[in-house]
């Protein structure tokens, strides 16, 4: 079992700035592929970013490409979201997510442990 513990939700201006950090704790060892997703009410959860093992490679959403970027700390177990330029549309409960695949996946269905969420709030 891996257990994820998303933080640094929060409301903010547009064009203000947050960062989320997705802690993980478990059966950590091995290093896996980490992904933030996020959701608003009546919609699918989407992919926002991904990062790989060793955070050598990324994947971004064209939504927040230039403006959003992850990273990486393995010896800290934690993942980040640097969350730049926010705007409206970026509303919505984020969450951090682990795959067992060893690839830059963008489904949900290709994530096996989620946190809880984190709500963001963007106003404009």
């Known amino acids: 079992q891996v257990q994820l513990v998303e933080s640094g939700g929060g409301l903010v201006q547009a064009g203000g700035s947050l960062r989320l950090s997705c802690a993980a704790s478990?059966?950590?060892?091995?290093?896996?592929?980490m992904g933030w997703f996020r959701q608003t009410p009546g919609k699918e959860r989407e992919v926002v970013a991904v990062i790989s093992r060793n955070g050598g490679n990324t994947y971004y959403a064209d939504s927040v490409k230039g403006r959003f970027t992850i990273s990486r700390d393995n010896a800290k177990n934690t993942v980040y979201l640097q969350m730049n330029s926010l705007k409206p549309e970026d509303t919505a409960v984020y969450y951090c997510a682990t795959t067992v695949l060893n690839q830059l996946a963008v489904r949900t269905d290709d994530y096996n442990y989620w946190g809880q969420g984190t709500q963001v709030t963007v106003s404009s």
């Open positions: 478990g059966r950590t060892s091995g290093r896996k592929v």
